[in-house]
């Protein structure tokens, strides 16, 4: 196919805005799937994904369509991730293609990721198509949409195209706007190979199954081909593409996007944006912009049932087969025995991963605290990473430590305005922007990442119903008055619930963990002193009573279905508990005792 009839695009959207289903509206329309085989939401292939109905790898289909015009197009769609956790594989996928259509629900409006994802767009060049879609719905408003888009976004949208993906009005249109207003891509078949890898995951038949998008030159099938990060060579066993089935063909041209297969082990050696060009007589200079992706937020996972340790290291590994971005390290913890000092991209890769190995591997975990990395200035001028609250070093050779703070962007209903304000204000924001969209607010906030990872979130749905959407991006590291915080279970430190907070918080902090702890430890048959402390000084105290003796009793007599049930829900229980000197902590304290409301 010459390039004048190829056609790379992504979609943008924020979540919920129908993407997923304008995507399948498309695969549809152009007979790509047989009929038979569609199912919703055809690009959404992990469970949790579609149950959570987001999408974390980018997936990709190839689609022929024969334009209005009788010519024939292939067009290439590229599925991104739509949330903050994966915005660095967003901005990479971005630039394996050249344009956008940029889905914003007609009856909402703009919302924090769609500008999160379409500033990607803009950055890669991208020529963008703006797609109103939920035209069916009564509360559709095109103008004042159309208006907002232009107002906040600084795109033309006179002729955004009106869309239901659900009833499939517009859907030419849009077909024939992604041919017509969208560039075709460039590149020169008899240059040496550049391409670029987009993605990559691990399939138990095939192995690594690498996403490329050819720049330049042309890549067949037995050819040997080299990773320019680092110079690693491969066999290439299969090339081909998606429709959206895996397709073999024999090579792939420029302006391509396709996959290949080349033998490799894992997923962990291949990065995302990496170059890849041909063993002999390759390119030597890479595609701009490559740097690996590193996790930010870390936390221990440890089984509940300690026999259930080299079950969850199998877990892990496999999942880490898939997953480049996610790191892991053997970790003992004098409390919870075995585990796994774990790090992720964000809060929601953590909950995926953890959701992941709890389904999927049958295992119950206890996740300590998120925390994020310090860095640690000690006094001989060194800095050390600190992964782990329970790591950190004595203060008598600490300098200063800095913490990794964030640019947050918030939009939301003027209504709320108050208590978003107050919520930043709260977790140590600082304001440096504050905007008006129609009757959206947009407040811009620089805050300490460590205050975001834990419950922000949800913290922000909550104060404003469900109505402000967020987002946020790195912005460096900053010095701040930050301490350890240890916690005490009948005078023994449990070094999993270890925070570092602000030290004008601690206090604060200490005192809410000990009362929530009070509420979630059950009474023993002896009293359980539980304390917050800074190095060897008591902040917050709460004394958790004994319990009185004919408590067990009242179990005794009554029916027999009452008292069975109430066994059971014992044993259930007891199976998430885990021993801590003579007092038993439910799982559930360990992330609960640290939400703060
Ligand atoms: P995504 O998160 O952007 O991928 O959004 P989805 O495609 O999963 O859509 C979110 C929800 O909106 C789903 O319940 C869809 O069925 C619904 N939806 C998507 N497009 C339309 C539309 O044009 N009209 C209506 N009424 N609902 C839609
Ligand atoms: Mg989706």
């Known amino acids: 196919t010459p390039l004048s009839h190829i056609r790379n695009f992504s979609i943008v959207a924020h979540i919920d805005h129908g993407k997923s289903t304008l995507a399948d509206r498309l695969i549809q329309e152009t007979n790509t799937v047989a009929e038979r085989d569609m199912k919703a939401q055809m690009l959404d292939n992990m469970d949790i994904e579609r149950e959570r109905g987001i999408t974390i790898k980018a997936q990709t289909v190839r689609i022929n369509y024969t334009a209005l015009n009788g010519e024939e197009y292939i067009l290439n769609l590229i599925d991104t991730p739509g949330h903050v956790d994966f915005a660095y594989e967003v901005s990479r996928s971005m630039r394996a293609v050249e344009g956008s259509l940029l889905v914003v629900d007609s009856t909402q409006g703009v919302e924090a990721q769609t500008l999160a994802n379409v500033y990607h ?53 849009t077909l024939e706007a992604v041919v017509h207003k969208l560039p075709a891509p460039t590149g020169t078949l008899d240059a040496p190979l550049k391409a670029m890898l987009v993605d990559s995951w691990y399939d138990s038949y095939l192995g690594v199954i690498v996403l490329v998008r050819i720049m330049d030159g042309q890549l067949k099938k037995g050819e040997r081909i080299k990773m320019l990060s680092n110079g690693s060579t491969h066999h290439v066993d299969r090339i081909g593409v998606f429709r959206p089935e895996m397709t073999e063909i024999d090579a792939l041209g420029p302006g391509e996007l396709g996959f290949l297969t080349a033998s490799i082990k894992q997923v962990r050696d291949t990065s995302v944006g990496d170059t890849i060009t041909h063993e002999k007589k390759g390119c030597t200079e890479a595609l701009p912009g490559f740097k690996p992706s590193q996790p930010v937020v870390f936390c221990g996972l440890f089984p509940v049932d300690a026999a259930q340790f080299e079950d969850l290291r199998d877990s892990i590994e496999k999942l880490a087969l898939n997953d480049a971005s996610f790191s892991y390290e053997m970790e003992t913890s004098a409390a919870l025995g075995f585990g796994f000092r774990c790090g992720f ?3 929601l890769h953590l909950e995926v991963i953890r959701d992941r190995i709890e389904r999927e591997y049958d295992i119950d975990l206890i996740t300590t605290a998120p925390s994020v990395i310090y860095d640690i200035h000690m006094r001989d001028g060194t800095v050390e990473q600190l992964h782990n609250p329970a790591d950190m070093p004595d203060l008598t050779f600490v300098d200063h430590i800095e913490e990794p703070r964030i640019k947050a962007t918030i939009l939301v209903p003027d209504d709320y305005l108050g208590d978003v304000l107050k919520l930043c204000q709260d977790r140590r924001g600082i304001q440096e922007d504050l905007t008006y969209a129609g009757s959206r607010a947009m407040v811009v906030y620089d805050l300490p990442l460590n205050e975001v990872v834990f419950d922000f979130y949800d913290r922000l749905k909550s104060v404003t119903k469900g109505y402000a959407s967020f987002d946020y991006q790195m912005i460096g590291y900053r010095e701040d008055s930050l301490v350890k915080m240890s916690i005490l279970v009948n005078d023994e430190p449990v070094d999993a619930l270890s925070t570092m907070v602000h030290r004008d918080r601690a206090e604060m902090r200490g ?75 439910p799982q559930e304290a360990f992330i609960s005792a640290l939400k703060m409301d």
């Open 121 to 173: 767009a803009i950055d890669a060049d991208h020529e963008i198509v703006p797609v109103l879609n939920k035209i069916d719905l009564p509360a559709t408003d095109c103008d004042r949409v159309a208006e907002q888009i232009e107002d906040v976004i600084g795109i033309d949208a006179s002729d955004a195209i009106r869309v239901s993906a659900k009833t499939g009005e517009g859907i030419i249109e």
């Open 345 to 347: 991209l964000g809060l």
């Open 511 to 585: 005192r809410a963990m000990v009362e929530k702890l009070k509420d979630l430890i059950p009474r023993h048959m002896f009293k359980i002193p539980i304390q917050a402390a800074i190095g060897g000084k008591v902040i917050a105290r709460e004394t958790l009573s004994a319990m009185r003796k004919d408590v067990t009793a009242k179990c005794y007599g009554g029916d027999a279905s009452r008292k069975r049930k109430l066994l059971d829900k014992q044993k259930a229980g007891k199976k998430k508990m885990r021993q801590f000197g003579k007092v038993d902590i």
